[in-house]
Every structure is written in C-alpha cells, then in structure tokens.
C-alpha cells in the first residue's frame, strides 16, 4: 500500500535522506523511529507529498504521490506533531470543510461518531484558538479520520491526549489496520511502538539502519540472554553508528 | 474534478470571513478593547468627516491631471513592488498560515485551485478599497458607480501584478534573481539621481517657506516626465485602461471599449499567474527548492564556537541582540529603505534659503519619513514575533524590559538613519553644532515614542507580518491615521509651546530659545517614557495564546 523505493531528500548540503526503500502493506503498522534529525519528518513530508523528493519513487495505493498528487491525497491522511488549526472556526467547521475537501458523503454522521469517540461533543462550537493542545491533536486526528484514508500517517500522535484520548487513538489504530489501512507512526515513544506496531524503519541521520518487522528485529540482533526490547535495540543502531549486525556476522 | 476551485474552498474562504467577522466584534466589544474601538470610533468619525468635508467643500481636480494621476499612480505601485521583491526576495510564492500549509497543501487539491483560493483571498480586499476610493474621488467621478468598477477592476489589476513579481521572484533561480535584482536597483538608482540633479539644477527654485514640498513636487515631476519617453508609454499603456474607465463620462461605445480591455488585461493577468505558478512548479528552481534544513551536528569533535557576551541589562541585552541578528541578516532591505527616505529628507539642502531654515526643513522631513515610512520597514521588534510572543512571555525579564529590548533595534536603525542625514546637512550647510544636538535629543525620545505607539497597536490585535486581509487593511488605515494624528498634535504642541516659551522666558528674564529647547526635549522624553510605559503595560495584560491564535 505505501511503497518507498530508494527516496532521497537533499536540502542545499544536507542529506535528510538517503536511498530509503520500505513498504508497508494494508493492515500493517509501521513504527518510524530514530533521533533527532534523522529524517523522520521529512520521510513523512514526502509520503504526504508535501515536499518532493530529490531522488527516488514514492506510491499509495499504486498511486506516484509525484505524478498523481490529488489522487493520493485523497486515500491519504497526515496528522503532524502540533496539527495547525484554522484559528476563526469551530470545531464542527473544520469537520465539516474536510468533509467537503474530501467528498465524504455522510460527513455529518460520521463527525458525530468521531466527536463522541474523541470526547469533543461538548466543544462542538468552540474555536480552534480556545482548544487546549489536547483537544487540537483530537481534532486533527477526527480531520484525519473522517473520510476513512487507506494510508494514515501520525507524526508524534500522543503529544498533549490525556490517558482516555491514548487508549482510544491506540484502538482506532488498531482498529483501522485491521480494516485495511496502512499506517506509519513515528514516535521517539519506544515502548508504544513496541506495544503497537508490527514492523519498524529506523533511521538516523537520514540513513535506514533497519527495516522488517519487529519480532524479526528482536529475535534476530539481540542475545537472548539480553532484554529484547526496542530502547536497548534503538541504542545499538544509532548509538555507534553502525550498522546493525546479526548475530554471529 | 476539473474546477477552478475545489467546491471546499469557497465553504472554507465563507467559514474564515465569518470568523474573523465574529472574532473582530467579540474582540471590538469586549472589556479590554472598548477603549481602542471607542478611539477608533473616533479617528473614524475624523477621517470621515474630513473625506466627507473634502467632497462636499472642494473643487473637482482637472479631469487630464486626475486620469494621469490614476495611470501614473498604479504605475509607480508596480513599479515599487519590483523593487521591493528586488530589495528582499519573498521566501515562499504564495505565503500560507500554518493551517492553510496543512490543510490545503496536504488535502486533495490540484495547484490550480490553491491559487485560485490564495488569489480570490487577496482580491477580497478590493472591494472594500474600490469604495473607500470612489467615495473620496466623488468630484472627479462623472458617474459613480462607472468610477468604482474602474477602481475595482484597476486594484484587482494592481493586486494579480504584485502576486506576478513575488511569483517570478521567488520562483526564479538565484543567479538569475541575483542579475535582475543589480539591474533594477541600477535602474532605479540612475533615475532617481538623474530625477534629483535634474531638480537641484533647476534654475529659480522656490526659495519660499515651503521649499521642501516644492522641491518635492519638482522632484515627482522630474520622475514623471518618463512617462513622455518610448519605456514609459509602453510601461503606462496597461494602466491607462483602467483611468479611462474609471474617469468615463457614462456609458458609451468608448466606455464599452475600455472596459472589455480592462476585463481582457484582467483575464491576461489571472491566465499568466497560474501559467508561472505552474511553471515554477514543475522547475523547482526557485526559493521554495532551497529550503534551508540545519545541518546536521557532525560526530566529529568540534572546536568551541567563540561565544558571543550579551550583557543582560535586566533583559534589554538579550532581546536587543536577537534583534539584531535578524535586522543584521536583512542588512540589504535596510539599505534600500533607507535610500528614499535619506534622498527626500536631502532634498531641501539644494535651496539658497538661510541655513537655519534649511535644517528646520530638513529635521520636520526626517521627523516626517520617521513617522511614516521607517517604522513599516524596520520591523525588527513585536510585529515579527508574532509566532514567539508566548517564547517572550515565558522569559524571566519584567514587561518594560521586554518592551525596551524589543524595540531597541529599530529605534537605533532610525537613530542613525537620522544622524546621517544630519550629518549630510550639518556638512553641506555648516550651522551650529549646538542645533545638531538638539535636533537629536529631541529626536531620539521622537524615535522611542514612535516604535512604542508603533508596538503598542501590534499587541492589542496582533497579526502576521504578510497577512493580508480586510481586517489588516482596517488596521493599518487605523494605524496610519492615529500616527498622522499624533503627527499633527505634536506640532501644535511645539507651536503652543514656542508661544509659551516666549511669554515664560519674558517674564522670567531667561533666554526663551533656551527655555523653548529645554522644555521640548523635556517633553519629549516624557512623552516617551509614557509611551514605553503603555507598551509594557500593553504586553504584561496580553495573553499570548489567545490574543495571537495558531
């Protein structure tokens, strides 16, 4: 469903990334994770096709984001760390222009249902400039939602949710995987990628250290006398900047 | 879909007019700003009122020099858009808020229908301008209601032409911007000096009490008098369009004429736009390719940067330094705004009038371009930081340091703006030392006073440096006509003082010059302080997360 094949992003003299190829298929969720800088961002922004890529393919659902930019704009939905909100409409109204945007035929019954998972009915009127940081990540996300995309991106989802707006975007996940979506989380929260993602890209300074799914990653490069979890595997791969070698190479 | 606009364009541009409406007035009518709109009230009621009086009490202008006005008018707009991008390249063709880049950008949206939205945004404002226009040019209109379409038509004209340079501007490679811009600033260089000798060298010039503006007029004359070249009548023949159907005498074959021109010009403009949009688009040669990412730290050590030692100054040092920085990054902006203003300020030294009355003519002309031109192009101080005004007020410095360190740079930039051209005065028409001095130490608190005002308006209702709008437009009008308010109550306040001074200084056997000089600088300093205290006060009760929306 989301097919990247040797993508490569230079800004001036910075590489942001370097010939990355990952794919992830309907009903997978891939973890993005990687430190600061890594190209995270940018891989995200180019899926979006919001910044075109330097080198390389990038394709939703068969789709070239380069070439058919409306088209895949339309299965596609992209929540960035710090969604910014039309600051002079409501709630409701910016459900009701995405609604528009994406031709969503029954947007009025589908944004109740997201307001009522989301905990955002009694703020229905409210203006985007008087929500709190919380309320305007679940509003993006109900954006994000409304017209059902085949390819979700989240860029640090869980900044600002409260414990019941967590639990609830971690089930819609879940939920939307399991429907068929393909979804890419990058999160420097390691223990919820552990807890909800199948596979994993690490980058780091806009290399790809790995790619595959995430027991494949603990089972093959750690001991199993060690702790297999994803912090220690996180530090391995970018902490001495090399590449990530199987055991006994 | 193959629209010109996306049907959730035109909801979205609805939903965003209606918001701002409603913000505007819950805003206007709360608690906290009753008291600006009442003052804006007022300075309403005064600029209408003098609109009005200036309708029903003067003559109409002489129709030939009404229609060059028009024509030339648009022209130098232009004109000066072209040297502006020159000057200061635009970072982006077309400038999106944040939720605009995500929600547009990102959405399903073919090219061509964003900046279709972006363009029906910006000629939304010309409407409001069409009769705002029509209505102070009354007399000159044979027909009215002919006299607004053609205003409206020539301003969204002047409008998709300012949209075509920052396009080209931006979307051009940087050698090739780096080329055009040295010949246009050549170009304007060679003609404004060719213009200034031309006026300098005139014989009999006005040596009367206004020898400013006369020069000024013959300054304005000397430029205008390119229009009779071959350059010139082919640069004006668009705009000549839109004056000839805005000074129609009624409905005519000729009327007819000119208006199916002007919508064919307006048609011709909308169809270039998005062919240059387009064609920028697919070269990805331009500013919007070069984004600028930090690099990335290397892993290699690195030697220690040498640190830059900011003294504190309870906050000014700091604040003042960034500042600094960014006026420091934009130093070829600075230049060019500084040329005009130094050129005019200059001008009455080429009189034979005595040489106190040359530099009263010269300090009320650096008073003047103080006022009115510096502060829109030294905008090193609140009205940049917009989107950190939280970041200031999460910092450990009180309300008045924040608002000194804030405005430091551009009341400095001025400052030496105005010692220079003193400078030039002092050393072309050698007067007493001690009139240079007191020229600044009245100055300087004129500098202070008028960046505070300036910052003062921004936080009450700040907005973003590039935005455009209606609510922008009724600010700045609001703006410009408060400073030209305080502009014209100062001088009957030096006036009044300079009578008084007179009868003091009588009465109490003191040298009334001295008196007079003492008490203006006293004043002014005064007035500053004052002035900075309101700004500070302004910033301690503004809420950053409100009162700036995301």
Same mark, same amino acid.
Do not use: E, H, W, Y
């Given at each position: 469903m989301i097919s990247v094949a040797d993508f490569v992003k230079q800004y001036d003299s910075t590489l942001a990334a370097d010939g990355l190829t990952f794919r992830v298929e309907p009903g997978q969720i891939m973890g993005l994770i990687g430190p600061n800088g890594a190209g995270k961002t940018t891989t995200l922004k180019a899926l979006s096709g919001v910044v075109r890529p330097t080198r390389g393919t990038i394709s939703l659902c068969g789709l070239s984001v380069t070439n058919d930019s409306v088209a895949t704009k339309r299965v596609l939905s992209y929540i960035p760390d710090d969604p910014p909100l039309f600051? @002079?409409?409501?709630v409701d109204q910016h459900l009701a222009f995405a609604g528009a945007a994406y031709a969503v035929a029954d947007s009025d019954s589908r944004a109740q249902e997201l307001l009522d998972e989301f905990q955002l009915c009694s703020k229905r009127k409210t203006l985007a400039r008087d929500l709190s940081r919380g309320m305007r990540q679940k509003l993006a996300i109900c954006c994000g939602y409304l017209h059902d995309p085949s390819v979700i991106l989240f860029d640090e989802p869980l900044t600002g949710l409260d414990p019941v707006g967590i639990r609830t975007l971690k089930e819609t996940i879940v939920r939307r995987a399991a429907a068929g979506a393909a979804i890419i989380v990058s999160s420097h929260l390691l223990a919820m990628v552990e807890n909800l993602c199948s596979h994993v890209l690490i980058l780091d300074s806009g290399l790809q250290r790995f790619f595959g799914p995430l027991e494949e990653l603990k089972s093959s490069f750690v @001991?199993?006398?060690?702790?297999? @979890?994803l912090e220690r595997i996180f530090f391995m791969a970018t902490g001495d900047k090399a590449e990530l070698q199987p055991l006994g190479a | 879909m193959n629209t010109l606009l996306h049907p959730a364009l035109p909801l979205l541009l609805r939903l965003q007019f209606n918001g701002r409406i409603c913000g505007l007035s819950h805003s206007l009518l709360s608690r906290r700003n009753w008291v600006l709109t009442l003052v804006g009230v007022v300075l309403a009621v005064v600029w209408l009122g003098n609109a009005v009086a200036s309708l029903l009490f003067r003559g109409p202008y002489d129709p030939e020099t009404f229609h060059r006005a028009a024509s030339l008018g648009m022209l130098g707009y232009v004109l000066w858009q072209v040297l502006r991008v020159s000057a200061k390249r635009p970072e982006h063709r077309i400038e999106w808020t944040p939720a605009e880049r995500h929600f547009l950008l990102g959405g399903p949206f073919a090219r061509r229908e964003l900046v279709a939205y972006r363009l029906v945004k910006v000629l939304s404002t010309t409407v409001l301008k069409a009769t705002c226009v029509s209505i102070l040019f009354l007399p000159e209109l044979r027909v009215w209601w002919i006299g607004f379409v053609g205003a409206l038509l020539g301003f969204a004209f002047l409008e998709m032409l300012r949209l075509a340079v920052e396009f080209t501007a931006c979307g051009v490679s940087r050698l090739a911007y780096l080329r055009t811009r040295t010949v246009v600033l050549a170009a304007a260089i060679a003609l404004g000096s060719y213009a200034l000798v031309r006026t300098v060298m005139m014989p009999n010039a006005d040596q009367g009490p206004i020898a400013a503006w006369s020069l000024l007029r013959s300054f304005g004359l000397e430029l205008s008098a390119f229009r009779g070249t071959i350059v010139g009548c082919w640069l004006e023949s668009p705009f000549v369009v839109f004056a000839n159907v805005l000074t129609s005498n009624g409905v005519s074959t000729q009327f007819y004429g000119s208006l199916l021109t002007a919508i064919a010009l307006l048609g011709t403009a909308g169809i270039l736009l998005f062919r240059l949009d387009a064609a920028f688009e697919a070269g990805q040669s331009g500013c919007e390719a070069a984004e600028h990412v930090p690099p990335r730290e290397s892993s290699q050590p690195q030697m220690l940067a040498r640190r830059v030692s900011i003294p504190r100054l309870g906050g000014i040092g700091p604040l003042a330094w960034r500042q600094f920085e960014g006026a420091r990054g934009h130093l070829a902006g600075v230049l060019v705004a500084l040329l005009a203003p130094t050129i005019l300020a200059c001008?009455? #030294?080429?009189?034979? #009038?005595?040489h106190a009355t040359i530099f009263a003519n010269v300090v009320g002309s650096i008073g003047f371009f103080s006022l009115v031109l510096l502060p829109s192009a030294f905008k090193f101080d609140f009205r940049r930081d917009f989107e950190r005004l939280h970041v200031l007020k999460s910092l450990p410095f009180r309300p008045a340091s924040v608002a000194l360190g804030q405005i430091a740079v551009p009341v400095l930039l001025t400052s030496l703006y105005q010692v220079l051209v003193l400078a030039i005065a002092w050393w072309l028409q050698p007067i007493s030392a001690a009139y240079v001095l007191i020229a600044l130490a009245c100055l300087l608190p004129a500098n202070v006073m008028i960046y505070s005002i300036e910052n003062t308006f921004f936080l009450i209702s700040p907005h973003r440096m590039r935005q455009e709008g209606i609510e922008v437009f009724f600010k700045t009008t609001l703006i410009f006509t408060a400073k030209g308010l305080l502009f014209g109550g100062a001088a009957v306040v030096v006036f009044c003082w300079v009578f008084l001074a007179g009868v003091l200084g009588n009465a109490a056997a003191i040298d009334h010059r001295l008196l007079f000089v003492a008490g203006l600088s006293a004043l002014a300093w005064v007035a500053a302080g004052l002035s900075v205290c309101v700004l500070s006060r302004v910033y301690q009760r503004m809420e950053a997360g409100v009162d700036c929306g995301t």
């Open positions: 600051p @002079d409409l409501t @001991d199993r006398q060690q702790a297999a @979890d | 001008l009455p #030294l080429s009189t034979t #009038l005595d």
